[in-house]
């Protein structure tokens, strides 16, 4: 995943931690949802604006730290293998801590904490000062009437990320349509100062996932609130749409939250199907978003082990990435790939005496790429986080899809190893190889090219795009540099195809947030494309700095995925602008600013910010789409934003 070792670095590195603790999910999964407050009900949430300039600089001081070390610590510390570390929790509103203290995963353990107390570790967790509680949020309010009926003659298309991750859509709106777009209604997510679930369209209905773990299906014209579902925490993956196929199936809802679980929700009633942990390795993560094939959903795991391996103390590292087969029916694990087929083993004693094991690292952070016709599934892998770098990072994995075996593999960067220990002069835990902490962080393309080929087509941070023969076990055949690339640079979370034209978003940022500046003028941030026929770039837009000295985290790149319509490309900025580029030259064809207010219909403060992670969902002549990313160093926002053309009737 683009930055995810070098920012969840920082965002450590800001908040002074030290050390590995662990989270609340630690108990196993319930088996039914925890009660949620109904739609239009309010509840109590954090003030998802006011808080993050006024962290808590000494959390020891707090009441909160006695009552942690009382009731959480012993397990959380370590001692319970399949307790994931505190830097998850620090991700979580307050308000999500509380709930799962009250009505989740953790009510047992707290049921013998007051209000005040829970408050308190709250506090603690995440530095945000609760000495008032926490404030009022209003959800959004229930449909009624003909807005809360699903209309099943407009199931959802298999395109975007859980299908196919080409990320092209041509259902009502193309590039004609683009000038003409107007925002329909916004939602205030509560609880949030990020919004980076992929939104999902079927049924008449838009699926998103929030920040405080509640997933929504909203009416798509009215924005009233079909059902809600409460996940134990952030959802920050796709909601992966199926169809029912067959008497007696249903249609279903497929997505994944930050602490590794995999939920499967009837996608008509909300109601809870099943749920599992995919790994029990403490840092474990779910980011990019499970695959739908033939009753199957394959399950990529990526992890944050390099945020306490910046702990010197720290027994660096364990964590080695997977692809998962499950049973969507079940949630039963038909097979699990590892990125790395070895366990990871001791070798040794770091210079501050602590034991270390490797290899390690090699997470999958990007969506998986289905190959029918091969019988494969293609994953590409981050960096390993300890030393020796192996040929299992950076690499393009083809796994069989019957019996999980590896096919072949292509390494695109060799010696890669790094963990936020290389952020520290002198740290024990740093390897040898310093990075360059460069990733696989945006999902390979399987393209068809005239006279009946093929070709494989992935970007990297590095800033180059690389075209692969997936007929000669991914032989190169060009390679072609968009940007400058660096450990905050080149292509993140995900390019876009339309026959064979790839939309290739750069984000090269100048501060890299590490104390290095790049070197501007060789920086390329914004949208380019490429002839996947020869690899020739086509046209490049790069994208003026607009940010203006008010706003230190606003930087032009674009580093959420893009989305393809019929003649266009829309692309989400880091400086909070949504942008679509016309296909023949890259003309700009629509510029809409997100990162201000808005008038929410659940009339809570609603502002937009940077645009990372997510991209545009299209479907049923309606953009969709989220604005804010109050997280490692960008801009926060909280908004959820649907647009259709002017006078639409749809």
Known sequence: MPNRGLLAGLAWAAAGLVGAIAILAAAPPPETPAETPAAG?????????????????????????????????LCHGGSVAKAPNLHWLELMPPAAIVNALTIGVMAQQGKTLTERQKLDIAEYITRQPLTDGLPRATYAATCTGDASTFDMARPPRPVGWGHDPRRFVDDGIDAADLPDLELKWAYAFPNATRARSQPAIG?????????????????????????????????????????????????????????????????????????????????????????????????????LEVIPAA?????CCTFRGQLAAVDAATGAIVWRHYAIPQKPASRGLNAAGIEQFAPSGAPIWVNPTLDPGRGLIYVGTGENYSSPADANSDAILAIDLKSGKRVWQQQTVKGDAWNVACMMEGNANCPVERGPDFDHSSSILLIDLPGG?????????????????????????????????????GVHFGMAA??????????????????????PKAARPGMHAIDMTTGKLKWSRVQPNVCGPGRPFCDPGISAAVTAVPGAVIAGHLDGHVRAYAEADGKLLWDYPTARPFTATNDMPARGGGMSGAGAA????????????????HEPGNVFLVFGAKDSVR
Request: aromatic share 10%; glycine share 14%; proline share 4%.
């Open 41 to 73: 009900e309010t509840l109590t949430s954090t003030d998802q604006f006011a808080s993050g300039d006024r962290l808590i600089a000494d959390r020891e001081k707090l009441p909160g730290a006695a009552l942690y070390g009382a009731n959480c610590a």
């Open 203 to 303: 049924y008449g209905a838009v699926f998103v996932g929030s920040e405080d773990g509640r997933v929504y299906a909203f009416d798509l014209k009215t924005g009233c609130a079909r059902w809600t579902f409460q996940a134990g925490a952030e959802v920050r993956t796709a909601v992966v749409l199926t169809a029912g196929a067959g008497a007696g199936t249903r249609p279903m809802a497929y997505f994944g939250d930050i602490v590794g679980k995999l939920y499967a929700v009837d996608a008509l009633t909300g109601k809870l199907a099943w749920v599992r942990r995919i790994d029990d390795h403490p840092s474990a993560t779910l980011t990019g978003t499970p695959l739908y094939h033939d009753g199957r959903l394959y399950v990529p795991v990526s992890s």
């Open 311 to 315: 702990d010197p103390s720290y027994p």
């Open 453 to 489: 080929r093929q070709i494989l087509v992935t970007g990297h941070k590095n800033g180059l795009v690389y075209g692969r023969d997936p007929d000669r076990r991914g032989a190169l055949l060009w390679s072609t540099r968009v940007g400058r690339g660096s450990i905050q640079g």
């Open 498 to 519: 339309a026959g064979t034209t790839l939309y290739v978003p750069v984000n090269d940022m100048n501060n890299t947030r590490n104390g290095q500046l790049l070197d």
């Open 618 to 633: 299209v479907g049923a002549g309606h953009v969709a789409m989220n604005s804010g990313y109050g997280l490692y160093f």
